[in-house]
């Protein structure tokens, strides 16, 4: 399918207070000519998983600054499985320890960002992982 | 390629979910899916949603789906917001105000971008809510921002339209600036609970007098006087309800869905309800027709040849209709 746009939902799960960093990744995914589905605060994995199904993304990405990713980002993945949405790709940004990475990218997690990434980067990543 | 159209049929959502992308898309499978779900269709209640940007249209829109839900009927949900016009891109966040709708099975909201669809907003949008009406939703609820020509055809899609106005969003009722005054069938007074909605009501009944002129009796010179009703019309005429909501409270929702019944039940009683569904079956027809003649034409012309009439054209040789003449024959 040459001609369908990269959709990607963009949420943020748990329950740290704002969502500033996600509107910029979402403006930039934007720019970048995808279609983005923001989705607002304090999205549990349940309703990510949901929503995912029914916009039938490509990409989720997800913001989490509270230090909960390694309870809400395995059960995410569980669930996308449990819908069948196991190629979902999913993108991480947050403030998340290095001794966590190898973890979840064993559960699925594409691609993992700290707080200084360039919404460049992410954008490019993102590309590159439909381009193969 | 699984089959998708069984599943849908049989509530699978992920089938209905991958199957709205493909019409979107106005891919091969899409387009030889609406064929197969077409017989299923025919039920459901489109309801449109419009007005412009930040009237309240989203919450709006939750609010109506709580209230069909409490009655048990399945709700899904179409959510137009514009894309960007220089990258294609889009931010699409109705789901944002439509919180309260997670975690119900009898739910399904779909986001779509207004230009994101190759074969035509008004196009995707009635295919998609073809797709959701074959699938078992009973009430479609299409959101779109009153703002082109494209938008308000996608609101005319829908059986009952309702148009969203709030007061202080400057001197203007939006709507009429946006020409989508005319396709209402009941005018929403959302954000009831600020200051200025007295005013937005007086507008629009002001404008409503305008549309839908009613006999007026007046006096001159001690004798009576009549103005003719407006039309010769036998069918009881439906004058655009006015309502108030307050869509974060749900204040006003009662009557809301209770004005859209008695429009639905209009539409039964007078037959319009038949008569709408026929015309907007004759445009998708004219339109599917329109497509596929242009694309025919194109394929049966030799390459270069609508350039050489163009230049001919252009140096007045040939005026469009002969150069049209021509190649209409040459095709
Ligand atoms: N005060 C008040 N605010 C409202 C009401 N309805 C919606 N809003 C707010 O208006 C803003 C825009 O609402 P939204 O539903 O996204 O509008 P849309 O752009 O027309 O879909 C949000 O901040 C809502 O919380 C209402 O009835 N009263
Ligand atoms: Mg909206």
Redesign the pocket.
Known sequence: MTNRKIRVLVAKPGLDGHDRGAKVVARALRDAGMEVIYTGLRQTPEMIAEAALQEDVDVIGLSILSGAHMALVPRVMELLKANGQETVKVFLGGIIPDEDIPTLRQVGVTGVYGPGASTDQIVTDIQASFAA | MPDLITPTLAGDKLSLSRLLSHIENDSEEGIRALDSLFPHTGKAHLIGVT????????????RLALQFRSQGRRVAIL?VDPSSPFTGGAVL??R??MRDLSGDPGIFIRSMASRGSLGGLAAASAAMTQAFDAAGYEVILI?T?GAGQSEVDVARLAHTTLV?E?PGLGDDIQAIKAGILEIADILVI?????PGADSTERALKTMLELAHPVEKVFQHHGKTFRTPAATANPAPLWVPPIRR?????G?GLPELLEAIEQHAAHLRLTGEWQKRDKARLETELELIVREALFAQFFAGLAPGVIEEHLQQIQRRNLSPREAARQLLREA
Do not use: H, I, M
């Open positions: 007005g412009a940007p930040g009237t309240g249209k989203s919450s709006l829109v939750n959510a966040g109705d944002v105000r959101e921002v969203v709030a959302n954000k009831a609970d600020r909501s307050v869509a974060t409270t204040e």
